[in-house]
Antibody, heavy 123, light 107 residues
Framework: QVQLVESGGGVVQPGRSLRLSCEAS????????MHWVRQAPGKGLEWVAV????????IYADSVKGRFTISRDNFKNTVYLQMNRLWAEDTAVYFC????????????????WGQGTLVTVSS | DIQMTQSPSSLSASVGDRVTITCRAS??????VAWYQQKPGKVPKLVIY???TLQSGVPSRFSGSGGGTEFTLTISSLQPEDVATYFC?????????FGQGTKVEIK
């Protein structure tokens, strides 16, 4: 069965960096774009970034552009989110999410979600 | 960016009631809307995609309709297990945006 397992969250000071990982299993990882979506405590969902199935195409939300970098390793079935210059507003649970259709960069509705990893930015 | 505005932000209804949640997009997004159910402390679950397609395993009391800028999620007969927050999502274009959520409770 499809599994997405995030790791790497924690408490970090403002201005510091953190790298999240999401290890996938149960499907052909290299066939799917992968997304990061976040949810601040008690708030709604915010899309963060996407990477195409082969890593050639990436898009970011304006709120993280220039600070966050998404990447993937199709041999390790893992997608990453490098987060630099973190602010308090980045405090959230970060989910990796897999769209339902394969090889479709734009049909970003998510049939599968990881359990999330909490990032807390605080001094 | 396309803004997705849900209404109401919360509702309370009795078991068996028909419940309707509306999502309005700030510009036309064809039929590229999905709906998610998120129970407290849980991960979002896909309920509906492409406006009206029921995700596999989701009870048939859930349905979606609409197009263009106005979309609805309907629960035909509210059940206790439907208590959750529901989010709509635009996937017509990046950035893919979500509504602010509608919290559904049992009266």
């Amino acid at each position: 069965q499809v599994q997405l397992v995030e790791s790497g969250g924690g408490v970090v000071q403002p201005g510091r960096s953190l790298r999240l990982s999401c290890e996938a299993s149960g499907f052909t990882f290299s066939n799917y774009a992968m997304h990061w979506v976040r949810q601040a405590p008690g708030k709604g969902l915010e899309w963060v970034a996407v990477i195409s199935y082969d890593g050639s195409n990436k898009i970011y939300a304006d709120s993280v552009k220039g600070r966050f970098t998404i990447s993937r390793d199709n041999f390790k079935n893992t997608v990453y989110l490098q987060m630099n210059r973190l602010w308090a507003e980045d405090t959230a649970v970060y989910f990796c999410a897999r769209p339902q259709p394969d090889f479709d960069f734009w049909s970003a509705y998510y049939a599968y979600w990881g359990q999330g990893t909490l990032v807390t930015v605080s001094s | 960016d396309i803004q997705m505005t849900q209404s109401p932000s919360s509702l309370s209804a009795s078991v068996g009631d028909r419940v309707t949640i509306t999502c309005r997009a700030s510009q036309g997004i064809s039929h590229y809307v999905a709906w998610y159910q998120q129970k407290p402390g849980k991960v979002p679950k896909l309920v509906i995609y492409t406006t009206s397609t029921l995700q596999s395993g989701v009870p048939s009391r859930f349905s979606g309709s609409g197009g263009g800028t106005e979309f609805t999620l309907t629960i035909s007969s509210l059940q206790p297990e439907d208590v959750a927050t529901y989010f709509c999502q635009n996937y017509n274009s990046a950035p893919w945006t979500f509504g602010q959520g509608t919290k559904v409770e049992i009266k």
